[in-house]
């Protein structure tokens, strides 16, 4: 299994800011997803990040509001741009499994956008 | 695009009452995986079914593929208070390794 760091846990910002969440792995994966989770829901996929290529966005999410950056096997970045409070939410990565398709998932990062 | 739907979205028992959790996806799906989220936390992976008709248990946990990988379920024998927690299926389908979330069960277990 694979251990998974987020930073920051948590941060309250002010709307029309971009916060920029870290996520790093202790093993090199291939492909490394970002979630959206907001409270009592589920989670949303907002895209696939494979390194050496550009990130794979769901429906509803856009480059422009959530770039991406995958500049190694080890580690990524999901930036929350011009942040409004419908914003606000835990945004969860993950990766895959190697021989599998399991995901681990990071502890996540809690957004409060004011 | 790929729907996942969970009931019930949320149950109560006692503890040592059976609970059970149903999951229907909108298209066939290659794989069906099983992940608990205790409150607080994020998803824990438990399990991943592949074929057709599938059983698998862990301990007090029995879980199902159906016949048409549509669907799955989620049973827990005589539940414990440490099975709280929400409890998700994940279809896979499409891109390879990409699922698709269910929209979960809370379970609350009570004395």
């Known amino acids: 299994s694979a251990v998974i760091s987020q930073k920051p846990s948590r941060d309250i910002c002010q709307r029309g800011t971009s916060l920029t969440i870290q996520c790093q792995v202790d093993s090199q994966v291939t492909m490394m997803f970002w979630y959206r989770q907001q409270p009592g829901q589920s989670l949303t996929l907002i895209a696939t990040?494979?390194?050496?290529?550009?990130?794979?966005?769901e429906s509803g999410f856009v480059i422009d509001k959530f770039p991406i950056s995958r500049p190694n096997l080890t580690f990524s970045t999901l930036t929350v741009s011009n942040m409004s409070p419908e914003d606000s939410s835990i945004y969860l990565c993950?990766?895959?499994?190697?021989?599998?398709?399991?995901?681990?998932f990071g502890p996540g990062t809690r957004l409060t956008v004011l | 695009g790929q729907q996942v739907m969970q009931i019930p979205q949320y149950q109560h028992v006692q503890e040592g009452e059976d609970f059970t959790t149903y999951c229907n996806s909108s298209t066939t799906l290659s794989n069906i995986q099983w992940y608990k989220q205790r409150p607080g936390g994020h998803p824990v992976f438990l399990i991943q079914l592949v074929k057709s008709g599938e059983v698998k248990k862990q301990k007090r946990l029995t879980f199902q593929f159906g016949e048409a990988k549509k669907n799955s379920s989620l049973h827990i024998t005589a539940t414990q208070t440490t099975d709280v927690g929400t409890y998700f299926c994940a279809g896979g389908g499409g891109t390879a390794s990409k699922l698709t979330f269910g929209t979960g069960t809370r379970l609350q277990v009570t004395l």
């Open positions: 990040a494979n390194q050496g290529s550009e990130a794979t966005y």
């Open positions: 993950s990766v895959s499994g190697g021989q599998t398709d399991e995901q681990f």
